[in-house]
C-alpha cells in the first residue's frame, strides 16, 4: 500500500513539474523597450525615387523613409509665376539602422514624421 502511495506521489510531482515547465517555456517573451529616435535630422539624399535617406544629428541613426509623392507644375494663377510644387500623399514605412544593422523595435514620433514629410517636400520642390 505505501508503495503504490508513494508512486501516486512521485507521479503527481512529476506531472506538475512537467505542467509548469511547458507553462513557463510557452509564455511569451517580454517585449523589448522601443528604442526612440528622435528629430533632429539630416537630408541626405533620394535613393531612389520614393525612398529618402536621413540622419539623425549625432549620427547614431539612419532612416530609410519610403514615400508616394505627388510632384505637378502650379502657379499663382498669374503669368510667369510658376513653381514646381510637391506634395507627399504617404509614409508607406520607416526603416531605422543603427551601426549594428536594422532596428526592428524603432520609435518615431508623429511630429518628427511631420518634420520628415516637409523636408522630404522641400527637397522634391528644389530645382534638379
Known sequence: MNIK??????????????ALT??????????????????????????KKDQAIFETSNKEFTLEVDFVSDEYRDSYGVQ??????????????????NEDGEVLNAYVDRLDVQEIVQVIEQELRKPA
Open 80 to 97: 510667369g509665376s510658376s513653381f514646381d510644387a510637391a506634395e507627399v500623399k504617404e509614409i508607406k514605412d520607416i526603416h531605422v539602422y
Open 5 to 18: 502511495m508513494n508512486l501516486v506521489k512521485s507521479a503527481g510531482f512529476v506531472g506538475v513539474v512537467t
Open 22 to 47: 511547458a507553462a513557463y517555456a510557452m509564455a511569451p517573451a517580454k517585449p523589448t523597450e522601443p528604442v526612440y529616435v528622435m528629430a533632429p535630422f539630416t537630408f541626405v539624399e533620394f535613393e
